[in-house]
């Protein structure tokens, strides 16, 4: 079954007018990537109703926004021909997600990638859902397309743990990374069973980790409910553009400018060092979907 999802229509009720949106849509290019256009797209959506007061998930929101935003990035008009765009029936797709107990990709988001990987024609037994173990991985070792999903958080190692972190287990020696505050994180995209491999990434901002007080700390009175996600081909402009939010949130919370402890360097490393993709706002082109309030960008 394709995963059930909010309309154009409920996203244009949160706030974005359906004059410039009829406009946009008709303006989108037939196809677009990151690599062929001079700005890098990333999408921010968001709904308001993705989550509910006690921040218990609404899953068809989800997949409408997962739906919506890939569309966008793509320049499609139809979310299932935007995924063709990303996937075909022929690739061994690994969907590298993350298991943090404290803050994980929630499962629904997981399921709404596997459909719709399977929607674009892949067989289900070429598809694997794995945080650790992707080394052992059969799926992950023939892989052909990797799409890349990680929650936004602050990090006593690396400043943030974002995208470009994500794939830290695709080495096995992970701590090699963390001198320099783990400034080299780079360099693993650049390794053959990852690198030219990934169609998407996406950064989940639903409650964000703003702020963390030690290795694997965790703390809900520095998460808050932005109910997003952050998504591109690019993935140094999808994590500079979250952390660009991480730090509007921090100055929002305490009252000054506060650097994160280490500093997230490793996303401008990842630009200047190893041309993995660019930090460089004037650069990105954001595109701003839903729902507005709080945006912080």
């Avoid at 244009?12 to 700005?39: I, Y």
């Avoid at 690994?94 to 990709?105: A, E």
């Amino acid at each position: 079954m394709k995963p059930k999802g909010i309309t154009r229509r409920d996203f244009l009720r949160d706030g974005t007018s359906a004059t410039l949106a009829g406009a946009f849509f008709l303006s989108l290019p037939k196809k677009l990537s990151a690599q062929s256009e001079k700005a890098a797209r990333v999408v921010l959506i968001r709904a308001r109703d993705v989550l509910d007061d006690q921040n218990k998930l609404n899953g068809a929101v989800l997949s409408g926004m997962l739906d919506e935003s890939v569309a966008i990035l793509v320049g499609e008009k139809e979310p299932l021909q935007a995924w063709k765009q990303l996937i075909k029936p022929s690739d061994i797709v690994g969907i590298k997600t993350n298991g943090w107990r404290n803050l994980r990709v929630p499962p629904e988001l997981e399921q709404a990638i596997n459909t719709r990987v399977k929607d674009a024609g892949v067989k289900e037994e070429n598809i694997s859902i794995r945080d650790g173990g992707v080394l052992e991985d059969p799926v992950f070792q023939k892989a052909t397309a990797l799409i890349n999903a990680r929650p936004m958080r602050a990090h006593s190692f690396s400043g943030v743990g974002t995208c470009i972190k994500n794939y830290i287990q695709f080495i096995p020696n992970r701590s090699s990374m963390h001198p320099d505050g783990c400034a080299d994180l780079a360099s693993i995209w650049k390794l053959p069973i990852v690198q030219g491999k990934t169609r998407l990434n996406i950064l989940v901002m639903l409650t964000p980790l703003f702020h963390t007080t030690g290795p694997r700390g965790f703390n809900p009175q520095y998460t808050w409910a932005y109910k997003g996600l952050l998504v591109g081909t690019d993935p140094v402009a999808v994590d500079a553009t979250g952390l660009r939010i991480l730090h509007a949130k921090r100055r929002e919370f305490f009252g000054e400018e506060r650097q994160l402890n280490p500093p997230a360097k490793h996303i401008q490393v990842a630009d200047t060092k190893y041309g993995l993709g660019t930090a460089n706002p004037e650069k990105i082109e954001l595109i701003k979907l839903g729902w507005q309030e709080g945006v912080l960008i």
